[in-house]
């Protein structure tokens, strides 16, 4: 069965550093999709993209991330000038059409030190 | 804003029922969802039910939505050790909107 993959499982950065996150959606989805969860909190909608273009995203998203569709097969999540405040764990997820079932991603472990 | 609850904690003896409970604040949801997330692992889409419906029945889960009271449950019949886990409610809350407003999960403890 298809399945949304994301590397790496587990980063450990220093704070001030830039990350890369990345995702390979499953392949014929069109929507993609970051969230992130704070250990013990909610999962939180970080972002959505559409035909190369942000299509809706959160407060929590600001100058700070960034996404990207490089090729045809990978999604990315930088971050730049990481904080503590980012350590959580971020998933990646696709759908195939607008508010449909989306599908998530093992997540990254994301620690700032 | 849109808002989505659920009881922190369940604990159940392994071949019971567990009913797992959500409630939300938005009527506009297309989709209401369930996920599990198992310890250090991502979120397994378990069910989902379209907002035009009340039940929704697969194996051994069935999903019961009351959209007068804004009410979701999750219902696991034989509850088994391997149904241990974080248990979300999510729903596209707002309409026109893809992002998912995820509860705070409910803990299922299955007691052998």
């Known amino acids: 069965e298809p399945e949304v993959t994301q590397t790496p499982s587990h980063q450990v950065t220093q704070m001030g550093q830039e990350v890369i996150l990345r995702c390979v959606p499953i392949?014929?989805?069109?929507?993609f999709y970051w969230y992130r969860q704070i250990l013990g909190q909610k999962v939180e909608f970080l972002v959505s993209f559409y035909n190369n273009e942000i299509s809706e995203k959160s407060e929590i998203f600001d100058d700070q991330f960034s996404v990207e569709r490089p090729d045809g097969s990978n999604f990315t999540l930088k971050i730049r000038s990481t904080k503590l405040e980012d350590s959580a764990m971020y998933f990646c997820?696709?759908?195939?059409?607008?508010?449909?079932?989306?599908?998530f991603g093992p997540g990254t472990r994301l620690l700032v030190l | 804003g849109e808002d989505v609850e659920q009881s922190l904690f369940l604990s159940v003896r392994e071949g019971d029922s567990s009913v797992i409970n959500c409630t939300y604040t938005d009527s506009s949801s297309t989709y209401l969802y369930w996920y599990k997330q198992e310890p250090g692992a991502g979120l397994q889409l378990l069910t989902y039910i379209f907002s035009n419906m009340d039940m929704k029945q697969d194996q051994r889960l069935t999903v019961l939505l009351n959209k007068k009271d804004k009410h979701l449950s999750l219902r696991i019949a034989d509850t088994q050790t391997g149904d241990s886990a974080i248990y979300f409610c999510a729903g596209d809350l707002d309409t026109g909107r893809r992002a998912l407003t995820f509860g705070s999960g409910t803990r299922l403890q299955v007691q052998p």
């Open positions: 392949s014929n989805h069109l929507y």
């Open positions: 997820a696709s759908s195939f059409q607008n508010q449909e079932t989306q599908y």
